[in-house]
């Protein structure tokens, strides 16, 4: 006994007038678990006292209480039994079927990864107690390697269901968020919901660990490895272990999905798929042996502790040993089986002794090659955000090797490393070759000419150059289609004016590019009349500001001439105006009255006024009129001319001559 169970003041207590306390063999958050002796049984038993802080609390009294209750209810091999709950005094405590041997904690420490043979049988046992436990509708809520109990005679079972609760009641805040870190399910990091499927998710942790002899998540602080469980997917144990067959690496991502729904529903289906994977494997749960030993006295009570597991060979009951036991008529006294009892242990302590230390051996062995011989491995260290110079440092620290790799980003500034291949967390030998990508800075691109293109044409290729275009095209009328690409403007991502592109440049991704789009052509409304030319850009989005009339000796009264170019250049474009030019007609001169002057006179007057003229004789003449322009001029006299009304320039005037008198 040591020290420390010696100072223990419960050791040699008789609790409740019947439980003898003969030593402390385990400590944890809530309660003490020591053997003692039921002396009205007279069989060993395990007691399990509560903390005496807690005994006060009525939260934890129940909780106690509800273990007790939930264990009870439970009546399978793989399940340890719970025979008694009470509270003696201050003292309040359940008492337990003992069971002598490790925890799978501890065979797990010693050999670090389990065989697959190991792993299935004790796999097949868990799940055959949690299927029970589920059945009655009680979830664990703390499936974790210490509440597995592997039993010296090869029986396995899990217990501890001090966290159980009914199916009913799943919520869990604050404080009630008890379960162990390493196994928690994602809805209880999220939530705080757990219920059959959260011990489901436990179990797959568990199988990956004892498969690999590692848990999946690690960190420095609870809320990492809560954090992990909550985001991230639990790799496939046979990237740690080749040797993981594939079902059983499907079986644990299968467990640990971070949704509930595509988990299995509870542990009977789990356990039904494990019991598939033992067929296709060929491999069955290791049948469990105990030695051959004599009949032993109600006492004793091995009929009431021990369960047999439904793998346990089991001897011909009309062998020898069936023999031996018919054979023994008298009963052995006490004295006698604690000789007996006495020299078993020391033989068994002596085999466990001699397992230990070659365990320990090979565990050092393996330990050394794994953590400091040829066989270990290193973390590939973060080195996103860094400088090629400082990711270098930080991979030679690990004894890795940087090699220089280049990757464009439009995130990562040129200079700075992206990410590395194999990436942070990765594994390696040490030695190993690690690439680390620097970033370039965003991609240089030679764009071909968009003007041309349609605008989806060119709004899907510089998508693709991961290019952005604005929402907003500028829309103009050309004369291109409608639709048609005419030209584009590019806005560097960095300082920088804009500049065109239509005909094609360079520029990076993630520059902006403006496109200028075409809208056809404006109607030509040169010859239209005035109505007709005003209705005509209007369907086009262009306002007649104003219409000037001017004469014209070519186009009639009405029609437009012209119009008038666009205010600052450019193309026309929806929402601009402009101003027409509408035909007077020609433009009429008054004909100057040139009756009764002579003929010079008269024909200075009319071509003076931009006319032309022509000479008739009067009806009393006889004179021919050709003659008109060589007499002279102080004989003649303009008796009428015509046409009177006003006319074009150049039009010729007739002058009607007579002889002046005298």
Same mark, same amino acid.
């Given at each position: 006994?040591?020290?420390?169970?010696?100072?223990?003041?419960?050791?040699? +207590?008789?609790?409740?007038?019947?439980?003898?306390?003969?030593?402390?063999?385990?400590?944890?958050?809530?309660?003490?678990?020591?053997?003692?002796?039921?002396?009205?049984? #007279?069989?060993?038993?395990?007691?399990?006292?509560?903390?005496?802080?807690?005994?006060?609390?009525?939260?934890?009294?129940?909780?106690?209480?509800?273990?007790?209750?939930?264990?009870?209810?439970?009546?399978?091999?793989?399940?340890?039994?719970?025979?008694?709950?009470? @509270?003696?005094?201050?003292?309040?405590?359940?008492?337990?079927?003992?069971?002598?041997?490790?925890?799978?904690?501890?065979?797990?420490?010693?050999?670090?990864?389990?065989?697959?043979?190991?792993?299935?049988?004790?796999?097949?046992?868990?799940?055959?107690?949690?299927?029970?436990?589920?059945?009655?509708?009680?979830?664990?809520?703390?499936?974790?390697?210490? &509440?597995?109990?592997?039993?010296?005679?090869?029986?396995?079972?899990?217990?501890?269901?001090?966290?159980?609760?009914?199916?009913?009641? &799943?919520?869990?805040?604050?404080?009630?968020?008890?379960?162990?870190?390493?196994?928690? /399910?994602?809805?209880?990091?999220?939530?705080?919901?757990?219920?059959? +499927?959260?011990?489901?998710?436990?179990?797959?942790?568990?199988?990956?660990?004892?498969?690999?002899?590692?848990?999946?998540?690690?960190? #420095?602080?609870?809320?990492?490895?809560?954090?992990?469980?909550?985001?991230?997917?639990?790799?496939?144990?046979?990237?740690? &272990?080749?040797?993981?067959?594939?079902?059983?690496?499907?079986?644990?991502?299968?467990?640990?999905?971070?949704?509930?729904?595509?988990?299995?529903?509870? *542990?009977?289906?789990?356990?039904?798929?494990?019991?598939?994977?033992?067929?296709?494997?060929?491999?069955?749960?290791?049948?469990?042996?105990?030695?051959?030993?004599?009949?032993?006295? @109600?006492?004793?009570?091995?009929?009431?502790?021990?369960?047999?597991?439904?793998?346990? *060979?089991?001897?011909?009951?009309?062998?020898?040993?069936?023999?031996?036991?018919?054979?023994?008529?008298?009963?052995?006294?006490?004295?006698?089986?604690?000789?007996?009892?006495?020299?078993?242990?020391?033989?068994?302590?002596?085999?466990?002794?001699?397992?230990?230390?070659?365990?320990?051996?090979?565990?050092?062995?393996?330990?050394?090659?794994?953590?400091?011989?040829?066989?270990?491995?290193?973390?590939?260290?973060?080195?996103?955000?860094?400088?090629?110079?400082? /990711?270098?440092?930080?991979?030679?620290?690990?004894?890795?090797?940087?090699?220089?790799?280049?990757?464009?980003?439009?995130?990562?500034?040129?200079?700075?490393?992206?990410?590395?291949?194999?990436?942070?967390?990765?594994?390696?030998?040490?030695?190993?070759?690690?690439?680390?990508?620097?970033?370039?800075?965003?991609?240089?691109?030679?764009?071909?000419?968009?003007?041309?293109?349609?605008?989806?044409?060119?709004?899907?290729?510089? /998508?693709?150059?991961?290019?952005?275009?604005?929402?907003?095209?500028?829309?103009?009328?050309?004369?291109?289609?409608?639709?048609?690409?005419?030209?584009?403007?590019?806005?560097?991502?960095?300082?920088?004016?804009?500049?065109?592109?239509?005909?094609?440049?360079?520029?990076?991704?993630?520059?902006?590019?403006?496109?200028?789009?075409?809208?056809?052509?404006?109607?030509?409304?040169?010859?239209? =009349?005035?109505?007709?030319?005003?209705?005509?850009?209007?369907?086009?989005?262009?306002?007649?500001?104003?219409?000037?009339?001017?004469? =014209?000796?070519?186009?009639?009264?009405?029609?437009?001439?012209?119009?008038?170019?666009?205010?600052?250049?450019?193309?026309?474009?929806?929402?601009?105006?402009?101003?027409?030019?509408?035909?007077?007609?020609?433009?009429?001169?008054?004909?100057? &009255?040139?009756?009764?002057?002579?003929?010079?006179?008269?024909?200075? #007057?009319?071509?003076?006024?931009?006319?032309?003229?022509?000479?008739?004789?009067?009806?009393?003449?006889?004179?021919?009129?050709?003659?008109?322009?060589?007499?002279?001029?102080?004989?003649?006299?303009?008796?009428?001319?015509?046409?009177?009304?006003? @006319?074009?320039?150049?039009?010729?005037?007739?002058?009607?001559?007579?002889?002046?008198?005298?």
């Amino acid at each position: 006994m040591t020290t420390n169970q010696q100072a223990d003041p419960l050791i040699g +207590r008789l609790v409740d007038g019947r439980y003898r306390v003969r030593a402390r063999i385990a400590r944890g958050g809530m309660a003490t678990v020591y053997v003692a002796t039921d002396l009205r049984l #007279e069989r060993r038993i395990a007691l399990k006292v509560m903390h005496g802080h807690l005994s006060d609390d009525s939260v934890f009294q129940s909780r106690f209480i509800q273990e007790a209750r939930a264990a009870a209810r439970l009546a399978d091999p793989h399940v340890v039994n719970v025979f008694d709950q009470g @509270q003696d005094g201050e003292l309040a405590y359940l008492v337990m079927e003992y069971l002598p041997g490790i925890t799978l904690r501890e065979l797990m420490r010693e050999q670090r990864r389990l065989s697959i043979a190991q792993t299935i049988t004790i796999m097949d046992a868990i799940l055959s107690g949690l299927a029970a436990a589920h059945k009655a509708g009680i979830v664990h809520r703390d499936v974790k390697p210490e &509440n597995v109990l592997l039993a010296e005679d090869g029986r396995i079972k899990i217990g501890d269901f001090g966290l159980a609760r009914a199916t009913t009641a &799943n919520t869990a805040t604050g404080q009630q968020l008890l379960g162990t870190i390493a196994y928690l /399910a994602p809805e209880l990091v999220t939530r705080g919901m757990a219920d059959a +499927r959260s011990d489901i998710y436990a179990l797959g942790i568990m199988l990956y660990e004892m498969l690999t002899g590692e848990q999946p998540y690690k960190g #420095e602080q609870p809320m990492q490895i809560a954090f992990q469980h909550a985001t991230e997917s639990v790799p496939r144990p046979s990237v740690r &272990n080749p040797g993981v067959p594939e079902p059983l690496d499907e079986l644990v991502l299968w467990s640990t999905e971070k949704s509930p729904d595509e988990r299995p529903n509870d *542990a009977q289906q789990m356990l039904d798929r494990l019991r598939e994977i033992e067929r296709e494997l060929g491999v069955s749960p290791m049948a469990t042996t105990t030695a051959t030993v004599p009949l032993r006295s @109600q006492s004793d009570s091995g009929d009431l502790t021990k369960v047999m597991p439904t793998t346990m *060979a089991l001897d011909d009951p009309t062998g020898p040993v069936a023999t031996a036991g018919a054979a023994v008529q008298q009963p052995i006294d006490n004295a006698t089986l604690l000789r007996r009892r006495s020299s078993k242990r020391r033989a068994r302590g002596a085999f466990l002794l001699t397992l230990v230390l070659l365990l320990a051996v090979v565990a050092g062995g393996v330990g050394w090659w794994f953590g400091s011989g040829p066989g270990s491995l290193v973390a590939v260290p973060s080195v996103a955000g860094k400088t090629l110079e400082q /990711a270098t440092a930080l991979l030679a620290d690990e004894e890795l090797v940087a090699v220089p790799g280049e990757r464009s980003s439009v995130e990562v500034a040129a200079g700075t490393v992206i990410d590395s291949d194999p990436g942070a967390g990765e594994r390696l030998d040490k030695g190993a070759s690690v690439t680390v990508f620097v970033s370039t800075g965003p991609t240089l691109h030679t764009i071909e000419p968009l003007n041309g293109k349609t605008e989806e044409e060119a709004r899907q290729y510089l /998508a693709e150059l991961n290019v952005n275009v604005a929402d907003e095209t500028l829309e103009l009328y050309s004369d291109a289609a409608d639709d048609i690409v005419i030209n584009a403007f590019v806005t560097p991502r960095a300082e920088g004016e804009p500049y065109i592109c239509g005909e094609g440049c360079d520029l990076f991704e993630d520059d902006s590019v403006e496109l200028y789009v075409s809208l056809g052509g404006l109607p030509d409304v040169v010859g239209m =009349s005035a109505d007709d030319a005003v209705a005509a850009l209007a369907e086009k989005e262009i306002s007649v500001s104003e219409q000037v009339e001017e004469f =014209s000796n070519d186009v009639e009264a009405g029609i437009v001439i012209s119009m008038a170019e666009r205010e600052g250049g450019g193309n026309w474009r929806p929402g601009d105006s402009t101003r027409l030019v509408v035909s007077k007609g020609p433009q009429l001169f008054e004909v100057p &009255n040139v009756t009764g002057m002579t003929r010079d006179a008269a024909t200075a #007057e009319l071509s003076n006024a931009g006319f032309k003229y022509a000479y008739v004789s009067a009806e009393n003449v006889i004179l021919p009129d050709g003659v008109w322009g060589i007499i002279n001029n102080a004989n003649t006299r303009v008796v009428s001319y015509s046409p009177t009304s006003p @006319q074009l320039k150049g039009t010729t005037i007739t002058l009607t001559m007579d002889l002046a008198e005298g």
